[in-house]
């Protein structure tokens, strides 16, 4: 079965750091581009980020709110993605997903407040 | 960044046809914009529909379908069932960065 299981997330600080992290299951992370987009309370859906796979393996691309705070990386043999969040903001608050064209995880709510 | 725009709700009669668009202000919407349709129910993950253009994963319901029309990337479902009311989103790349519509209320009654 194709899955993807969330952790982390949580309540922090203006300032602060989360490091957000998603283990997929029945397909290969390093096989597939893969996205971490969130949802703020109330509103739609906004990409934040790319990592890709095959010919560009290893490019990522960036929302220009979180480029230079944010780090896409992801672990091969783990089968894992790990978005690292830096001086973190208000106005990013929101339930982050990861995924790619084949699944999608459940979400976690990240709450960035003082 | 560019813009993605989406008719903010429709409604759709059940067993009906309507057809979502996703329109770029940076002009046409082609293929190489790699087009993505997201389904998301109240309180649940989004889960993609389409991606690039055209293309369904296994549990993309045989009525959902999309493509290119006037311009712009279009989901069109046929045949629509209660289980079809949910919010729709499209997302566009533009040479990696991405921008999802601000997403479709679609309403079958």
């Known amino acids: 079965e194709v899955q993807v299981v969330q952790s982390g997330g949580g309540l922090v600080h203006p300032g602060g750091s989360l490091r957000l992290s998603c283990a997929a299951s029945?397909?290969?992370?390093?096989?597939?581009?893969m996205y971490w987009i969130r949802q703020a309370p109330g509103k739609g859906l906004e990409w934040v980020s790319s990592?890709?796979?095959?010919?560009?393996?290893?490019?990522?691309y960036y929302t220009d709110s979180v480029r230079g705070r944010f780090i896409f990386s992801r672990d091969n043999s783990k089968n894992m993605l790990f978005l690292q969040m830096n001086n973190l903001r208000v106005e990013d608050t929101s339930v982050y997903y990861c995924?790619?064209?084949?699944?999608w995880g459940q979400g976690v709510l990240v709450t960035v407040s003082s | 960044q560019a813009v993605v725009t989406q008719e903010p709700s429709l409604t759709v009669s059940p067993g009906g046809t309507v057809t979502l668009t996703c329109g770029s202000n940076?002009?046409?919407?082609?293929?190489?914009?790699?087009p993505y349709w997201f389904q998301q129910r109240p309180g649940q993950a989004p889960r993609t529909l389409i991606h690039d253009t055209s293309n369904k994963h296994s549990w993309t319901p045989a009525r959902f379908s999309g493509s290119l029309l006037g311009g712009k990337a279009a989901l069109t479902l046929s045949g629509a069932q209660p289980d079809d009311e949910a919010d729709y989103y499209c997302?566009?790349?533009?040479?990696?960065?991405?921008?999802f519509g601000g997403g479709t209320q679609l309403t079958v009654l």
């Open positions: 029945g397909f290969t992370v390093s096989g597939d581009v």
């Open positions: 997302l566009l790349f533009y040479n990696g960065v991405a921008v």
């Open positions: 990592f890709y796979s095959g010919a560009l393996d290893g490019t990522t």
């Open positions: 940076t002009g046409d919407v082609t293929s190489g914009h790699y």
């Open positions: 995924g790619s064209r084949a699944a």
